[in-house]
Nanobody, 123 residues
């Protein structure tokens, strides 16, 4: 079992920045990929970015150039730096984990989820 705890959400004006963190605990030995998803009211959970254990990354087009994912394996923590935030980025942001070495883009491929953190971007 892996437990994930997100932090760093909040309210920010358009054009601002936030940094989300996701700390993993429990059975964290072994390679695992980490993903970030978000879900706006009335919408499906949306893939944002994934990072492999060796820090290979893949971003969805809407956040490329604005969001940056990184991970510190010694701390079992993944970070999501979000810049140039827009109202369309408003959502609950979730981190997810899955054992393995390949990228996963679908929510159902991830076994472990955090509780989510709200990001609200005002215009």
């Amino acid at each position: 079992q892996v437990q994930l705890v997100e932090s760093g959400g909040g309210l920010v004006q358009a054009g601002g920045s936030l940094r989300l963190s996701c700390a993993a605990s429990g059975r964290t030995a072994g390679p695992y990929v980490m993903g970030w998803f978000r879900q706006a009211p009335g919408k499906e959970r949306e893939f944002i970015v994934v990072i492999s254990y060796d820090a290979r990354t893949y971003y969805t087009d809407s956040v490329k150039g604005r969001f940056t994912i990184s991970r510190d394996n010694a701390k079992n923590t993944v970070y999501l730096q979000m810049n140039s935030l827009q109202p369309a980025d408003t959502a609950v942001y979730y981190c997810a984990a899955q054992y393995g070495t390949t990228w996963y883009f679908l929510p159902q491929r991830y076994a472990y989820w955090g509780q989510g953190t709200q990001v609200t971007v005002s215009s």
